[in-house]
């Protein structure tokens, strides 16, 4: 193992199996739980050789498809013998499948996450019993498919049609228009053979909204395409090699009156439309989709930082006085950087994780969502679309922060960061743009103002957590985001309705006015939500140097955010004067090396191995240049001593010229 | 034409062809070489095929490669015809390269710009006869050699060694370690057969320090590689897919005493090592570099501003009052962001011209710098340095922003917008590292600071634009920036001094304590020139409206930094108070609206063609659809109605469980 960061692990006081423990009973619900998993974990890992293995990175689009493509398959035989389901929350933590994928996806996730379930949610008994029995009886590969063209977060904006012919008692879908194919739907390209298509339910001229259609878009002898589905790969894109993203594009393609899913609306066979049920169900079934997401997200971003805290440490650079080049870690640039990326993914871990299992807690407790309250459900959905725009928000931007923390190499495939920021950086923008999502939080945070109710989530935890000692030494911090709430929804509350009665504005158009600001309440309220669910988590943690080190971590992240990305409006609204300001940034580079101390342990308890990380600088041992150099030998270009490039250009080039010539 | 982006076009009040005027002759020194220059690219455009033409971005590495090759080739031969020099400065700006490569580069760029440069700058007269010789009757591409795999930033740590054997009158180069093997430079992998290697100097078993030296990678017949030379490409990275990055292992590679590059230090055939010129002239032939390296920075995020502005104004999303879906431009949320980024793009253009114009000047009357003054190259240096930073920086920032600002389809390679993001990546790395830059003008102003001096350029134009209406309109925004400046200097000295003389710091280590304040400064500084060279063009513009729109695209720069920037620095020291801020966002959302009145021709103005741009959403016509649907088409995984994806691996799959499954 590399000196530098054994004595890093040496000098820590963090009790790495303490906290590995700690973490995993988060992550997993209870510590047996986490052994079970890591277990299974290790023994998949030994039969299905890890893409880090692969030379993956060099690779081409291609073999890097085909590669996913088998594993994916591999993964889930495994998980069969094992009588796993891979549609399991647990199983699709980036832990467990990420030690054979690393930070790539299963080829199949949307035919379990988005095809499986939507028949479920939205299909009569009948239909689920019908799609099942074809699905068990044939190889179907599903997908999802609504976005088209020019059509994306406005679902009532689609064009795809769904007319229904009485005579046949079929539905005929057609993309009228350039603007109405279907894009971006995952492995509709090329992989999938059945897809859940949204699309307008025409009937008798009149247009009765988006519904779901069950359609078969290949066939299952050899794969080509049904009749009038036209699919393809979107090409190339800033990440997702490995997978395809479709257009499809359909035209006159018949299909029969069962293949609309009916739980929530029906047509009977005579053309009659028929609203059968709410569809509340199934927004709250998004929920526990998005919750996920958040903790895929912070995934990643944890991913990343291990990466480069265990680099920092390893890597030396410029001189001090004594002509040693000193451990980048001890850079207080660097420290500054590295650690806010450290103290938010710790920060976002225990925020998704209570989300997760407090969305589960109200699932089980009102029965499938079927006995939910609006009141509560509006209060999850603002929480969940803002912490999944936060998370992406701060996973693209430090997982790009790390990248440039690790200097050149960091720009190497090898490096393993650059599919974290591309993933992260898509995140941004699917299962919801997080500028739209933020403003649906916003919207609701807005309305409880305008009713005078709290838009937070009550902790069960709260009263108990208060009384500690621990809540006593943050609680000057905490009211600071709390004032700061309460001042800022005031004060766009306040500029709205001047803007609506002194300025004229219409409702509408006043919103649109205080957009930017309305952004900005969102994600504080993302921030006193996280940090409550920290500071409980971390007051559960019964190992006194432990719960130190993770006080410490907690403490910067919180002045982070009150230094850094509060601070204006806190300065602003006089919420602490320039003197308390200063003291913070004080305390904050204090805690900089505090945290300094443990920051490589604190990274070894998300307790990643090294397949789950790809990535030459982030090797547990520390060996940082063997692993680039071998990555580099590995490269494509390498195949022959002399490329085909001067081969087939550079040589004949300067033949034809027939003249000794200079560039 | 598309109707929306027609409409925006219609409604501007800015002129545009006096708009591409006035830009041009800030970019090329004049509109009538502004105007000569379009004619060659158009000529050249014209006569080789823009990548845009040929599916770049859907295609692999190996395919990029050998289309940059051939048309780097092609671009060589068409600029000899036309009598211009690759090297000239003029040619190299993205525009006219850019309109056959896009943001790709030319291949032999370090031949050109490092290679030669060095041998011209570092070699005695002989030598430079010598090499050029060799240039000109052989087909030589060069590169430059300088970080090791285990050595970045640090010249002074670098571990190759070309040992002076005094019997032979050779050189003989090693990479004695795993850390010494040369790592990163461009071409070296696969490309180039000729380099200037920087590598440590012993005579004697004494280390005379960093050198360089011409040493032959691969020999001229069949490009095999030289005795003892062992290349290869090092794999690959965030980006640059169509360039080769070397990694090069010397063992015992001996080249003549000739091949040390003299001019500075040379090695007598008896192992004498003498002095024989001053470093200096050096390091300020690398100011222009830096500055071009600016203007090159900058281009980028032009170009990707561009695109984001033409598709904000084509895309429409989500629904008004009325149902119709608005154009995204009309969105204060996506305004904010977007004309950050041209207000940003166009204050960096002002600046990064002066830059260069400035350079130019002071190498024309030093004598090409033999006589520049120490204390110009110091004050020269920390703004090239912070520029360089800021530049890049600014880029990243905003052409990820960008990408976000265009949704979905923004993450397509067909947006053009992913190699914009990966160029301005590793930007931030590359010909030194962002923060280490900013430190490095930071330690330049801390120095200013206490020898009492100003450390800010003295423009020529100064005391003239202090008379104009324009300036005195900007006045009270100027006084905050450099009341800030002062306040902000004078704290962090005084934190230094009380670190040292009260807790007892030696003043290296307080130095790193004020690492994280010291970047904030640099970056303070920077933004100081650049306002003052956008108000002196800004000033020399003579059309009333163009103007007009310039100044309000100014303001809202200004703004941006004013409340978002330094928005916590003002406020802490009491530069402003909170009614002051808060008048300046009421401001700022004013302008948002005033500046989308101009929005596209602003960026119309910057002249793109189309294949500057490779990109289906900054198309000018506007007809985005057409194009991102025929970029999907061409994928690479639809050259077959069904993927070898299905037949190698599904297919086989399904036959070998021989059960009729279910995923």
Redesign the interface.
């Known amino acids: 193992m590399n000196a530098d960061i054994l004595k890093e692990r040496n000098n820590s006081t963090v009790n790495l199996d303490h906290m590995k423990n700690f973490l995993g009973r988060i992550l997993y619900g209870s510590e047996e739980r986490f052994h079970e998993l890591m277990n299974l974990r290790d023994r998949m890992v030994s039969k299905i050789r890890p893409i880090s293995d692969e030379n993956f ?2 690779l ?3 073999e890097k ?2 590669i996913i ?2 594993k994916s ?1 591999e993964i ?1 035989d495994f998980l069969k013998e094992n009588n796993i389901s ?1 549609d399991s929350p647990d199983i699709n933590k980036l832990g467990i499948i990420g030690a054979v994928l690393g930070p790539e996806k299963i080829l ?1 996730t949307l ?2 996450a988005a095809f499986k379930v939507s028949i479920d949610l939205w299909g009569t008994e009948e239909q689920v019993k019908h799609w099942h029995s074809i ?7 599903g997908t999802y498919i609504q ?1 088209e ?2 059509h ?3 679902v ?2 689609l064009e795809t049609t769904a007319t229904y012919n009485k005579k046949t008692q079929e539905f005929i879908l057609n993309c009228p228009t ?2 109405s ?1 279907k ?2 739907p995952g492995t509709a ?3 999938a053979n059945f897809a859940i298509v949204m699309a307008k339910l025409i009937i008798d001229d009149k247009d009765y909204g988006v519904q779901a259609f069950v359609v078969q878009l290949r066939n299952l002898q ?4 049904m009749p009038g589905v036209e699919t ?8 997702f090699e490995s997978h ?1 993203n479709g ?1 499809v594009k359909f035209t006159n393609v018949r299909i029969p009156l069962l293949n609309m899913l009916a739980k929530n609306a029906c047509v009977h066979p005579d053309g009659r439309f028929e609203k059968t049920g709410s569809e509340l169900i199934m927004y709250a079934c998004m929920l526990l989709l998005r919750a996920g997401l958040c903790s895929f997200g912070n995934c990643l971003l944890s991913l990343s930082i291990t990466i480069a805290v265990r680099y920092s440490a390893v890597r ?6 004594e002509g040693i ?1 000193p451990q980048i870690i ?4 660097q420290q ?1 950087r590295i650690f806010q990326s450290l103290s938010t993914t710790y920060a976002y871990f225990f925020a998704s994780n209570y989300l997760v299992k407090h969305i589960i807690n109200v699932k089980n407790i009102t029965n499938n969502f079927a006995l939910i309250k609006p009141a509560d459900l509006g209060k999850l959905h603002a929480i969940s679309a803002g912490l999944k725009a936060q998370t992406f928000n701060s996973c ?1 931007r430090f997982a ?1 922060i790390n ?2 923390c690790c ?2 190499h ?5 490096s393993g ?2 599919p974290i ?1 591309q993933e992260a ?2 995140g ?3 299962e919801g ?4 999502l933020l ?1 649906q939080t916003a919207r609701y945070l807005l309305k409880c103002a305008q009713k005078g109710i709290s838009p937070h989530l009550e902790f069960s935890f709260q009263s108990e957590l208060k009384k500690s000692s621990l809540y006593k030494f943050f609680q000057a911090y905490f009211d600071i985001y709390h004032t700061l709430y309460d001042q800022l929804i005031s004060e766009i509350s306040g500029r709205m309705f001047s803007l609506v009665n002194e300025t004229g504005l ?1 409702e ?1 158009q006043a919103w ?5 600001q309305l ?1 900005q309440i969102a994600k504080l309220y993302v921030s006193i939500f996280i940090i409550w669910c920290s500071l409980s988590d971390i007051n559960s943690n019964v190992d006194k140097n432990n719960q130190e080190a993770l006080t410490e971590l907690f403490e910067l992240f919180v002045l982070y955010e009150i ?2 990305d509060y ?2 409006n806190i ?4 919420v602490v004067d ?1 003197d308390q ?2 003291n913070f940034s004080e305390r904050l ?1 204090l805690l900089l090396k505090k945290v300094r101390q443990n920051a490589v342990v604190l990274v070894d308890s998300f307790n990643y191995l090294d397949s789950n990380l790809c990535s030459a600088l982030g090797a547990h041992d520390g060996n940082v ?2 692993k ?2 071998d ?8 195949q022959k ?11 004949p ?2 033949h034809r010229k027939k003249l ?4």
């Open positions: 990175y060099n081409d689009r291609d498809y085909e493509y088998r398959l889930f891979p199949f035919h379990t699905m068990n009886s044939n190889y179907v590969v976005t063209i020019g994306g977060t406005f009532r904006g350039l603007t194919i894009f971006w390209g090329i992989t050899d794969h080509k395409h393809g790969d979107i090409g190339k894109k800033g990440g395809d257009y030396r650079q410029t001189s001090n006085l080049e001890e850079y207080q640039t500054y693209l790009q990248r440039l200097g050149g960091g720009y190497s495939a090898a960061l650059i920021i950086d898509a941004c923008t699917y743009d997080n500028v739209v403003l219409t509408y649109n006015e205080c957009t930017v952004v230094t850094e601070s204006t300065m602003r609204l006089s320039a300001m200063k580079y240049y063997e680039l150099f990555f580099a030998r590995n490269s494509k270009f390498n001593e002399v490329h085909d490039g001067y081969t087939n250009i550079l040589k080039y300067f000794r010539s200079h560039l």
